[in-house]
């Protein structure tokens, strides 16, 4: 069965590090998204990515994030400079299209930054 | 601001009972997820809801949509250990779906005791 998968499964960095977090989506697929999902908390939109650009942001995702889609299979997310309360796990999904509304989530990230 | 609150937030019953969740949510939408999740894992699709009036049912599981009272629900009928997990109610906030993120309730903490 067709599943999208997160690499690493666990990252732990310094603060002010810069992170990339690497997903690859579902092959057929058309839209990408970021969540993530603090210890004990609710998943949070972060970002959707549609067509090689962003389609829409959620005020989470600021100047210190971006994203990226740099060949045909992997969607990244990058923090250029992680602070404490970016720990968190980070999920990504993806999803066929109009028509199709059932997203697939990754297995997840865990960042802990210190 | 599309707000999603589900109720309870916590929940410990014993195998064999009946209980049900409840996501309500604060703008027009007509499509709702129901996702679960494990303790450290991601999150799986239980349920997709597309209209007003949906019912799906899986095992022991059965979702609900009511577009008009903004609301959904999940019941638990008979419940059994293997069902203790998180339960979260998500609304995507336009009709279009595609490239919008989701928006989660805070999730429904389950404990099924024997």
């Known amino acids: 069965e067709p599943e999208v998968t997160q690499t690493p499964s666990h990252q732990v960095t310094q603060m002010g590090q810069e992170v990339i977090l690497r997903c690859v989506p579902i092959?057929?697929?058309?839209?990408f998204y970021w969540y993530r999902q603090i210890l004990g908390q609710k998943v949070e939109f972060l970002v959707s990515?549609?067509?090689?650009?962003?389609?829409?942001k959620s005020e989470i995702f600021d100047d210190q994030f971006s994203v990226e889609r740099p060949d045909g299979s992997n969607f990244t997310l990058k923090i250029r400079s992680t602070k404490l309360e970016d720990s968190a796990m980070y999920f990504c999904?993806?999803?066929?299209?109009?028509?199709?509304?059932?997203?697939?989530f990754g297995q997840g990230t865990r960042l802990t930054v210190v | 601001e599309l707000k999603v609150e589900q109720n309870p937030l916590f929940l410990s019953m014993q195998e064999g009972k009946n209980y049900t969740i409840y996501c309500n949510y604060s703008?027009?939408?007509?499509?709702l997820y129901w996702y679960r999740q494990d303790p450290g894992k991601s999150l799986e699709s239980l349920f997709v809801?597309?209209?007003?009036?949906a019912v799906k049912q899986e095992g022991r599981l059965m979702a609900s949509l009511d577009t008009k009272a903004r609301l959904s629900t999940l019941h638990i009928t008979a419940a059994v250990h293997d069902l203790s997990a998180t339960y979260f109610c998500?609304?995507?906030?336009?009709?279009?779906?595609?490239?919008?993120?989701?928006?989660f309730g805070k999730g429904t903490h389950l404990i099924i005791q024997p």
């Open positions: 809801l597309l209209s007003n009036g």
């Open positions: 998500a609304v995507d906030p336009t009709s279009g779906g595609g490239a919008d993120g989701l928006t």
């Open positions: 703008t027009t939408s007509d499509r």
């Open positions: 990515f549609y067509n090689n650009e962003i389609s829409e």
């Open positions: 999904a993806s999803t066929a299209g109009e028509g199709s509304a059932e997203a697939f």
């Open positions: 092959s057929n697929h058309l839209y």
